[in-house]
């Protein structure tokens, strides 16, 4: 009796342990930035604007910007996803320059040579100084596509659900980080334990511009089904862009941009 007592509480122990380090060490868990400046030329993008941007809380932070063709044109605002940074997605901005759309593509705090570490306030002030850089720079709303990717695509619907914006459009959604964590710790009280929710399912339905769901059958970082509840919640003129045979980094490769440009011009008048 005496020996199984003693188990547990060492079970217990080494339970509780894991727990403190999950909740100490939790943002660097969830946020994986490259730390340093991106490079245009390597990136591919050498024709794009190093511009700042300045968040809703007054940080300075990065981003490129290149300018629709013909001027007026549609402006795609890019929150991308959690590993590496804006230098990574080169490839992404020249699909993008082939459709005559411009781009601005702001660098979060903490990634990119930016100051600053990443949480979800801080990354909500980001998104909505970048949309706010947009407006400035004269914008209008419905010239403004908001893409978001993995992780941005929580920041994006929170920023579509509080401003006007032509289009939503999710790449490998998530419902919630809340939703994500329990998931991969399903033994873990994350309800106690997380700072940083980003929920995404409960801004989908305030969100009145047209919303495309992209998600791949073979995503092992956000599970398909999040992206299916994503869009039962939308209220919005709304349609899902499905590859069975796609994962969570590759949806591009299948025709991602492609499709959204289909959806945009099937739901969103010119500007």
Known sequence: MRTFLALLVAAA?????????LFVLQRRIIYVPDTAKPDRVAAGAADVREVRYRSTDGLDLLAWSLAPVPAGGF????????AGSIGSRGGRIARFRQLGW?????????????????TEAGLTADAAGAY???RAQG?????????????????ATRLAAEHPVAALLLESPYTSMA?????????????????????????????????LVMQGGRDTVVPPEMGRRMLAATTAPKELWHVAESGH??????GAVEAAASFVARHVPAP
């Open 139 to 155: 914008v209008d709303p419905t010239q403004i596509l908001l893409w978001g990717e993995s992780l941005g695509t929580g920041l």
């Open 75 to 82: 402006t795609v605002l890019y929150l991308h996803g959690n």
């Open 249 to 254: 980094n590759d949806l591009a490769d299948h």
């Open 13 to 21: 122990a080494i339970y509780a342990l894991f727990c403190g380090a």
């Open 102 to 118: 411009g781009v601005l593509m702001p660098e979060y705090r903490g990634y990119g040579g930016n100051p600053g570490e990443p």
């Open 179 to 211: 939703d994500i964590a329990r998931d991969r710790y399903p033994f873990v009280p994350v309800d106690l334990l997380l700072k940083d929710r980003l929920d995404a399912l409960s801004r989908i339905a305030a969100v009145r511009a047209p919303v």
């Open 132 to 134: 706010a850089y947009l």
